[in-house]
Structures are given as C-alpha cells and as structure tokens.
C-alpha cells in the first residue's frame, strides 16, 4: 500500500468535493480513486468522508486527517525539492487566494504569467472578499489587505493602498462636495460590505469619533458600489487600487482626502515547511516584483 499515494488521492476528493472531479484532476480513473479512498478508510479503521448523491464531504475525522495529510505531503514535497537544489524546476499543483477584485486585476495576470513560464505547474485560484484560512482550506499562497494578525505564515510585503471616500461629478455637481465627514451624514451613501461589515466609517478627525452612516444602497461587492458610484448615484468609500483608473480618468472625484485614515498594508502570505517549496518561492518572487512594481498600490505616495 503506498501511503503518501492514498493521501494524495483523499486530499484531491476532499479539495475537490466529488470523486470523478478528483479523477480529472489525478488523471486516474473513478473506479481507481474510489478503491483508493476505500482502501484509505479500511485501513484506518474511520470513515474519512460523508457521502450522498449530490456531494462529498468530509467526516468530523476526515478534516482532521485532512489537515495532517496536506502538511505531511507538503513536507515531503519540500524534501524532494530540497534535495534536487535550489534551482529545482517549479512543478505540480499551486493553490492561491487573494480578494475578489484585487485578484481579477492583479493576481490573474501573474498566474498566467507564471504558468506561461514554468509549464509543470498548475494552478488554482479561489478570489473571495472575505479572508480565507489557508491551512483550513488547502491553499499555499494569499494576498492579505490590512495588518497582520500573529500567525506561523511566512508575510512579505508588497505595497499599500487606501480607503478613499469618492463619488462622480455629476452626483457632487448635483449635490454639492462634502467638507467635512459630518457632510456625509446628508448624502447619498453607497455602503460596500466587503470592505467592511460596520454603519462606522472611521475617519482621520480630530475628535478621533467614528462617522455612523445610513447607507441607501447596500452591496457586497466592490464592483457593485463601483458601478454605482459611477453611475452618479451617490458616495461610496472603496480601496484606493479599486478606483484609481477612475480617479485617474475623472470618472470619479476622491473627497474628503484630508481626513482619510492610514493606509493599509498588502502582504503576500504563504505557508512553508522547513524547506522552501519551488513552486511557491518561485510564485511569492513573481508576484512581489509585480506588484511592487504597480504604482496604483503606492500611489497616494
């Protein structure tokens, strides 16, 4: 019985949630993953995943066996690498996270770069407005905006942006400019819920007292307030990378500048073993030079 083969075939139908998905994604046959897994099971003494005829999941046992699988194999992934030096080729499966929008704008192109140049290499791409637990979830690399909690993740930083409160001439030319955050209590609000979940709309004040808004539209995506911003609908506060074109263009006029709040760090996180893994050095080191290389992450500058 090869173990670590047997492992490889539980973490691909867990990640996978289906037995013919992970077939694909092995290149093996669905009879040859099901008598894997059942082999796995039997030899376990458990049952690692819950079945039925519209999903696969993973048992209360699976998930913990699942998160001791994924770092055993990624030890011994490291060990390979390692073993064949520094200049080993990147190869195998890459799994990345990043926000919704920053992800579509920034971390697609550098995928598709990365996989034009390293052509053993595949790669997964989850982009979500939420932060998602890399370890939990099986992902090796992550884009953080904002500061760090304490964590085991190694964390390079790349750049900073902003939340920048704006909305479009037409609506400012309609209404009138904001002076002051108070001003914002008689506008139109447009409230993202990914950015933050909160009516506050902390500011740089003296009074040091957050701004409680009274959203008419509420969202929950960026894209979304975006698009309503530009439609001259109302003021929405959105992440200066988000807006910069518009800005740029004059689509959209930044307000209340004086008062905006520090800016927030953007990391690159991933988790290593006691080795340094080529597939995710190589990827940390293309995407850091991307992306410190954008201006609109340190525009405001």
Avoid at 8 to 33: I, K, N, Q, Y
Avoid at 90 to 116: C, E, M, N, S, W
Avoid at 196 to 225: F, H, M, Q, Y
């Amino acid at each position: 019985m090869d173990r670590f083969h047997l492992m490889s075939v539980f973490v691909a139908v867990a990640d996978e949630e289906g037995f013919a998905a992970a077939a694909r994604r092995l290149r093996m046959s669905p009879p040859a993953v099901t008598r894997a897994i059942s082999a796995l099971e039997e030899h376990l003494g458990v049952k690692l995943l819950n079945r039925t005829t519209r999903y696969v999941r993973t048992s209360d046992a699976g998930q913990r066996y699942l998160e001791d699988a994924r770092r055993i194999l990624a030890e011994v992934d490291s060990a390979d690498e390692a073993a064949a030096g520094i200049n080993a080729e990147p190869h195998g499966h890459l799994a990345v996270t990043a926000p919704a929008l920053f992800g579509r704008k920034f971390i697609t192109p550098g995928i598709v770069d990365y996989l034009q140049r390293y052509p053993n290499t595949e790669v997964s791409a989850v982009f979500l407005d939420r932060v998602v637990n890399l370890l939990e979830e099986g992902l090796d690399v992550g884009i953080r905006i904002g500061e760090l909690p304490d964590s085991s993740m190694r964390a390079l930083r790349v750049g900073s942006v902003r939340r920048v409160i704006c909305a479009s001439p037409e609506y400012l030319q309609q209404h009138g400019q904001p002076q002051t955050p108070d001003d914002l209590l008689q506008h139109t609000i447009i409230a993202s819920s990914a950015i933050s979940g909160s009516l506050d709309w902390r500011l740089n004040t003296a009074e040091g007292k957050p701004i409680r808004i009274k959203p008419r539209l509420t969202v929950n995506t960026n894209d979304a307030a975006l698009e309503a911003a530009l439609e001259g609908f109302g003021v929405t506060r959105l992440l200066s990378y988000q807006v910069n074109q518009q800005l740029a263009s004059g689509a959209l006029v930044r307000i209340l500048e004086t008062y905006e709040p520090a800016a927030w760090p953007v990391h690159i996180i991933h988790r290593e073993g006691r080795y340094a893994s080529a597939k995710i050095r190589t990827f940390v080191d293309l995407m850091a030079e991307r992306l410190r290389a954008d201006s609109s992450l340190n525009w405001f500058k």
